[in-house]
């Protein structure tokens, strides 16, 4: 099971581009990586997913290097309504797969 | 389409005292799973059906038990509700795919044990 690590908090203000970068150095070949949402108050959603390269949606965008040992979620021009925690997840969601979200990264978005 | 629906939103509980969280998905998914957040301590795993029939311990099981009641239920019960489980707790369900992008989480019940 690829374990993960990305930073407990970052702080932005509005207007930024913000990146949260997570490092996973034991993926595996059918791992694929996702990052989920969470706004205060609210479940986690999901935002994006990619295998390899680049990933954008409207959202956000996903870059992964070609040794997938890390990946980095790219908010462009954040604003307020962006603070929330991010988390990483990588996996390949087989029938061994079990999710764990841990503590993600508390995104906060300043004035 | 309601998604993940769980009862009820908030719960004020005595120590001692049990409850049942419930939990229902209308999106036909095979698995289902409890988390509880904690300030600063992020999402963990209470218990998780893999499938209709079958329930496993997650990371913090203790105090907790689960019933995967059909395909479209799983209630998470407290027998002797401790100040301890003070928590949110997040149902969510899953289809079985390789993207991890079909988790979908309710909107969590907020318990409170005094």
């Known amino acids: 099971l690829a374990k993960t690590t990305q930073p407990i908090s970052m702080d932005s203000y509005e207007g930024q581009e913000v990146n949260i970068t997570c490092s996973h150095n034991n993926i595996a070949t059918n791992d ?3 990052w989920y949402q969470q ?9 994006i997913q990619g295998y390899k390269t680049k990933v954008t949606n409207e959202v956000a965008s ?6 997938r040992k890390s990946s980095t979620l790219s908010l462009p021009r954040v604003s307020l309504s962006d603070t929330a925690v991010y988390y990483c997840l990588v996996g390949d969601g087989g029938g061994s797969y079990i999710p764990t979200f841990g503590r993600g990264t508390s995104l906060i978005v300043h004035p | 389409n309601a998604g993940v629906t769980q ?3 908030f719960q004020v509980l ?13 999106m036909n998914h095979n698995s289902m799973y409890w988390y509880r957040q904690d300030p600063g301590m ?5 218990y998780y059906s893999a499938s209709e029939g079958t329930t496993d311990k997650g990371e913090v099981p203790n105090g907790y038990n ?4 059909n395909k479209r239920e799983f209630s998470l019960r407290l027998e002797s509700a401790a100040p301890s489980q003070t928590s949110v707790y997040f149902c969510a369900s899953s289809t079985t795919t390789p993207k991890l992008d079909g988790y979908t989480f309710g909107s969590g019940t907020r318990l409170t044990v005094v």
């Open chain 1, 32 to 34: 694929y990586i996702t």
């Open chain 1, 39 to 47: 706004f205060p108050s609210q479940g986690p959603r999901f935002i």
């Open chain 1, 62 to 67: 996903l870059f992964i290097p070609a040794d």
């Open chain 2, 7 to 9: 009862t009820p939103k």
């Open chain 2, 14 to 26: 005595k120590t001692g005292q049990s409850m049942t969280l419930q939990c229902a998905q209308d």
């Open chain 2, 42 to 46: 992020g999402l963990r795993l209470i």
């Open chain 2, 66 to 69: 689960v019933s995967r009641l």
